[in-house]
């Protein structure tokens, strides 16, 4: 249990409340009636991996189709489907599936190195785990940790889920559906239509209020804001339960923020415990001090995945202040092994330009003199992944 218990050591003391959050937890868990853990797992913690959030993947999609001013209005309206069912209108359904895979499927799920939060998953859980996420990531590492799911089943697999239910085994439900495979999948306001359907007994409402009914949930990697997919799981666990349930969440830079926060979790019934946000990336400032070559990789992703919080709480300013560190630390790796960098360089780039765009200030254009030409020739001859 290190991992898992050095994590907790270290949020303990982020908040004022965090110590007794994570008591009442450990209490729900190891009490004389205990009640099993269902971990809920968010696209938060596969962006370790340099998977994208789900708003900067729809962003970058946006991008290819034209439709980034309309794309951004909907994702600041918290309106995730809609954006998506733009975007797919724009694409078509099949570059929109394809792009979907390249992004979150077997291939890069299979071949990246894991590391974060997402490890200590397989000692928490002993039984059901659900997410929302595309890609692969949790099957390797339960895989990998020898406690392999005994079924991996998706929203739309009626059948599947009550049999893993019944069996009481431990199991993957990924209620959004598999990068791989369009059908069952939820993602555009016409699917999540389909699939979320109040009153349907064999929709994902019915089958979640199962999964839900005597579990303690714990959200991890969720962002848990105001989004019709929230809404639907809070009003779920009231039904389902009863009971309050837990969320491991990201300590907002500014103080009201995090007060809104914790106000707008407790009215849904989940007590949050929040982690100190930029602390794994003086951790990995440390590490990469070090030993550059092994751990600037991972600075450069922690920096974006810092980065793209500021930007999201209003920090344009200090966004593209990380997000420019990000380029620089990662700057001479990619000069050595442009192949092996790209994307991650790709991806700090275009936050950086996004939020130095939205600050106004101007590129560091000494920085990016000698990166821009390579990555142009790099994308020429490597295309599509």
Same mark, same amino acid.
């Given at each position: ?14 908040? %004022? ?14 009490? *004389? ?19 994208? #959030?789900?708003?900067?993947? +729809? ?6 189709? @034209? ?46 190195? $894991? ?23 949790? =099957?390797?590492?339960? %895989? ?7 079924? /991996?089943?998706?929203?739309?697999? /009626? ?44 929709? +994902? ?19 848990? @804001? ?6 639907? +799981?809070?009003?779920?666990? %009231? ?7 837990? *969320? ?5 830079? &500014? ?9 707008? !979790? ?21 590490? *990469? ?9 991972? $600075?450069?992703? #922690? ?5 793209? /919080? $500021? ?12 997000? &420019?560190?990000?380029?620089? %630390? !990662?700057?001479?790796?990619? !000069? ?6 790209? $994307? ?11 939020? #130095?765009?939205?600050?106004?200030? =101007? !590129? ?9 030409? +390579? ?11």
């Amino acid at each position: 249990m290190a991992p898992f218990e050095e994590a907790l050591g270290t949020i303990r003391e982020a908040w %004022r409340s965090n110590g007794g959050c994570l008591d009442d937890l450990k209490e729900r868990l190891t009490g *004389a009636q205990p009640i099993p853990l269902l971990p809920f797992v968010g696209a938060g913690l596969s962006m370790d991996m340099g998977f994208p #959030s789900w708003a900067g993947f +729809l962003e970058g999609l946006a991008a290819e189709c @034209g439709k980034s001013g309309a794309v951004a209005a909907l994702l600041g309206e918290g309106k995730y489907e809609e954006a998506a069912e733009a975007i797919e209108r724009g694409l078509s359904q099949e570059i929109f599936s394809r792009r979907i895979a390249h992004t979150f499927g077997k291939r890069r799920s299979d071949t990246c190195e $894991l590391k974060g939060a997402v490890l200590a998953l397989a000692e928490m859980a002993a039984g059901a785990v659900v997410t929302t996420n595309f890609d692969r990531i949790l =099957e390797r590492v339960f %895989r990998e940790a020898g406690s392999a799911f005994e079924h /991996v089943v998706w929203g739309s697999q /009626v059948d599947s889920i009550r049999q893993a239910i019944a069996e009481n085994k431990p199991f993957l439900l990924k209620i959004h559906g598999d990068a791989e495979e369009r059908s069952g999948r939820v993602l555009t306001k016409r699917e999540y239509e389909k699939h979320y359907t109040p009153g349907d007994p064999e929709g +994902l409402r019915a089958q979640l209020a199962r999964i839900f009914q005597g579990r303690t949930v714990l959200f991890l990697g969720c962002s848990l @804001g105001k989004d019709r997919t929230m809404d639907v +799981l809070s009003e779920l666990l %009231r039904q389902a339960s009863g009971l309050t349930h837990f *969320a491991v969440v990201e300590k907002p830079a &500014r103080e009201d923020e995090l007060f809104a926060k914790q106000q707008l !979790l407790g009215q849904r019934g989940i007590l949050p415990i929040f982690y100190p946000i930029g602390r794994h990336v003086c951790i990995r400032r440390q590490l *990469a001090s070090q030993r550059p070559d092994a751990f600037l990789p991972d $600075l450069a992703t #922690s920096l974006g995945a810092m980065g793209a /919080v $500021l930007q999201a709480i209003g920090n344009a300013a200090e966004a593209a202040a990380t997000f &420019r560190e990000g380029v620089e %630390r !990662l700057k001479p790796l990619f !000069l050595r092994l442009p192949k092996a960098f790209r $994307l991650l360089m790709e991806n700090l780039i275009a936050h950086y330009f996004r939020a #130095s765009q939205d600050a106004g200030l =101007e !590129l560091d254009a000494g920085l990016l003199a000698d990166i821009v030409p +390579l990555l142009s020739d790099v994308q020429a001859e490597g295309g599509e992944e």
